[in-house]
Nanobody
Framework: VQLQASGGGLVQAGGFLALSCAASGSTVRVNSMGWYRQAPGNKRELVADISTDGRTNYADFVKGRFTITRDSAKNTVYLQMNGLKPEDTAVYYC???????????????WGQGTQVTVSS
């Protein structure tokens, strides 16, 4: 299983950024994909995730500002981040939850992380 994340960067407060994360692997069956973030000294926390049937889940601190979408055909998840705040500064990680073949065992696979920095 491989995850290729892109996006991120430096933006001023009030600006926007977009992240994307593509999953690949011949026997991967995606269960859900999502984004987490971790700021220095903090625990990794959920930002948003989306299941294969389109159900979304957002952390309260991003509701109304961030939007998660997916392209099932490409096994890709996107995170549109609007109205960014300095406190959104963190490394953002993509998380893939998947099964393999006919197994029902659910696996987690983390992407490499991408830095988002919001200046005040």
């Amino acid at each position: 299983v491989q995850l290729q994340a892109s996006g991120g960067g430096l933006v001023q407060a009030g600006g926007f950024l977009a992240l994307s994360c593509a999953a690949s692997g011949s026997t991967v069956r995606v269960n859900s994909m999502g984004w987490y973030r971790q700021a220095p000294g903090n625990k990794r926390e959920l930002v948003a995730d989306i299941s294969t049937d389109g159900r979304t889940n957002y952390a309260d601190f991003v509701k109304g500002r961030f939007t998660i979408t997916r392209d099932s055909a490409k096994n890709t998840v996107y995170l549109q981040m609007n109205g960014l705040k300095p406190e959104d500064t963190a490394v953002y990680y993509c998380l893939l939850k998947y099964t393999r073949g006919f197994s029902t065992t659910l696996y987690d696979h983390w992407g490499q992380g991408t830095q988002v920095t919001v200046s005040s």
